[in-house]
């Protein structure tokens, strides 16, 4: 198979960066992005959003890093990953998307992580790192507060979105490494087809007017080209259980950016979640090895 590295000054940039590094930057576009998407809600219902995003996305990719022309040279197993990455990702920003319009951006980043706590359990092998991942859990409990009563949808989207955030993790992983961006590349021009007919018509609106087709250009670069290149350039880096540990983050960066864009105000009550996130981050202890 033919796996086109970066070019040499790149990858050099890239190896250089501590993978750690990659994840913040990918942490903090995770959410921003979807809170600019809220803004657009009022004009372009959530499914066009999340379409737009996707196809935004998928255009960058191809005119950046031209990937179909890699399909034919994959193996058997790794067209199926690609093509199983690209319709989780399709209907995990669907479903992200339609929570996010019902839910607080916090709310909805706790319950995203709950499913990655449990796969972090699963490659805790000290007895810091499950003590880690208890506080952290405790954390992501208190900023979750679940109230099904007032939107049982929303809240059962936010829980599906989260078994999918699941997947992602696992097959992003084993897409990751040398000739990944290119499979991620590949994976983004399925999902923009495997979204399409759930997405295009909703979408219509902002094919009427530039503003919106604009930010909706942005919202697709800053969700999901900047956080799922620096996702692929920390997973070839970081064991699969400490990278799932260290989405512990998310609910904290979530709320954060939920109050800086959005003005969701947190509590006292999520303001604890999040110091115990951050606590439980701090105990977690990375292997030495891959």
């Known amino acids: ?49 999340a379409w737009l995003r996707i196809t935004s996305a998928a255009i960058v990719f191809a005119i950046w890093r031209r990937p179909w022309r890699y399909f034919a040279k994959l193996t058997g197993q790794e067209r199926w990953l690609v093509v199983s990455l690209g319709a989780v990702l399709a209907a995990m920003n669907s479903l992200f998307y339609l929570a ?24 805790a092998r000290s007895a810091r790192n499950v003590a880690a991942l208890i506080v952290a859990g405790a954390g992501v409990y208190i900023l979750t507060d679940v109230r099904i009563a007032g939107a049982p949808l929303a809240y059962l989207y936010a829980f599906a979105n989260c078994a999918l955030f699941i997947v ?7 897409i990751s490494g040398e000739g990944g961006i290119d499979r991620l590349g590949l994976s983004m021009l399925i999902a923009m087809i495997a979204a399409l007919p759930f997405g295009i018509h909703e979408a219509l609106p ?12 942005g919202v697709g670069i800053s969700s999901s080209v900047i956080p799922y290149v620096t996702d692929q350039l920390a997973m070839a880096r970081l064991a699969r259980a400490t990278f799932a540990l260290l989405l512990s983050i998310l609910p904290a960066t979530a709320t954060a950016i939920g109050f800086l864009v ?29």
């Open 206 to 217: 902002a094919f009427r007017d530039f503003g919106l087709l604009a930010a909706a250009i």
């Open 262 to 290: 959005l003005a969701q105000i947190p509590t006292l009550h999520d303001l604890t979640g999040i110091g115990l996130v951050i606590v439980g981050i701090a105990l977690h202890r990375a292997k030495e090895t891959h």
């Open 100 to 123: 996010i319009n019902a839910l607080p951006l916090g709310t909805v980043g706790a319950i995203e992580f709950l499913g990655p706590i449990g796969l972090a359990a699963f490659g």
């Open 168 to 174: 992602y993790i696992v097959l992003g992983h084993r």
């Open 1 to 49: 198979m033919d796996r086109r590295p970066l070019p040499h000054a790149r990858s050099v940039i890239a190896e250089r960066v501590p993978p750690h590094a990659w994840f913040v930057i990918s942490a903090v576009f995770h959410y921003l992005g979807p809170s600019f998407a809220v803004m657009l809600f009022a004009h372009i219902a959530p499914l066009g959003v």
